[in-house]
């Protein structure tokens, strides 16, 4: 049974850093990672899909990165902004599964 | 205009009652799912369907009834509402299974 993983539940950095958000999921056997944002209050926002035969997508100031052998994603944030602070999820699909599992999510304020 | 849209976005109702959830996607898109998030603000499936069929019924109650006229619509009812009920109900829509999802705003369904 999948398991997604997210660490840390919450965290808070000033504006401008660089930061780190982790993903781990127990089956390697999946066909796509999904990472989304979601505001209090609101739905959630796509950011990045990788597939599974990649290892990376880039969009703006977000880097997402996909490690299938050890069961890992990393969301990378460039340069924090205030604006950039929700809960970020991540969710994985399997092959002919019809379902995205989510992780717990970590909640993220950037302090100006 | 919105992709995927729900209504309503807030349902107050009393414990017994029968309610509705409307969803529809206006991205041509073939699958579509209903989410439940809980008071922890975790996602857990409820139903997925592909072309207006019924793939996953991720043991939910009976109570709760989804139905998908054409590709673009899938509503959720529910009967006879119980205190647990009470949550924040996602429509969710992508091309295929294991494409991109897009959700809805949610539904924040409050059971008195």
């Known amino acids: 049974k999948q398991e997604v993983t997210q660490i840390p539940a919450a965290l808070s950095v000033p504006e401008g850093e660089n930061l780190v958000l982790n993903c781990s999921f127990t089956?390697?056997?999946?066909?796509?990672l999904q990472w989304f944002r979601q505001d209090p209050g609101k739905g959630l926002t796509s950011l990045l899909l990788?597939?599974?035969?990649?290892r990376e997508q880039t969009s703006g100031r977000l880097n997402a990165s996909l490690d299938k052998s050890s069961g890992r994603s990393t969301l990378y944030i460039a340069a924090s902004q205030p604006g950039d602070s929700a809960t970020y999820l991540c969710a994985v699909t399997t092959s002919g599964t019809y379902k995205y599992i989510f992780g717990t999510g970590t909640r993220l304020k950037v302090l100006a | 205009d919105t992709a995927v849209s729900q209504t309503p976005k807030y349902l107050v109702t009393q414990m017994g009652n029968d309610k509705s959830i409307k969803c529809e996607q206006n991205?041509?898109?073939?699958?579509m799912y209903w989410y439940k998030q809980d008071s922890k603000k975790f996602l857990k499936i409820m139903f997925s369907?592909?072309?207006?069929?019924?793939?996953i019924n991720e043991t939910v109650p009976n109570r709760f009834s989804p139905k998908s006229p054409d590709k673009a619509h899938l509503n959720l009812h529910i009967n006879s509402l119980e205190l647990g009920d009470s949550a924040v109900y996602f429509c969710?829509?992508?091309?295929?299974?294991?494409?991109?999802?897009?959700f809805g705003q949610g539904t924040r369904l409050t059971v008195v």
């Open positions: 990788i597939q599974s035969s990649q």
């Open positions: 991205l041509g898109h073939d699958t």
């Open positions: 969710a829509s992508s091309q295929t299974e294991n494409t991109e999802a897009f």
């Open positions: 369907y592909n072309n207006k069929e019924l793939i």
């Open positions: 089956d390697s056997a999946i066909y796509n």
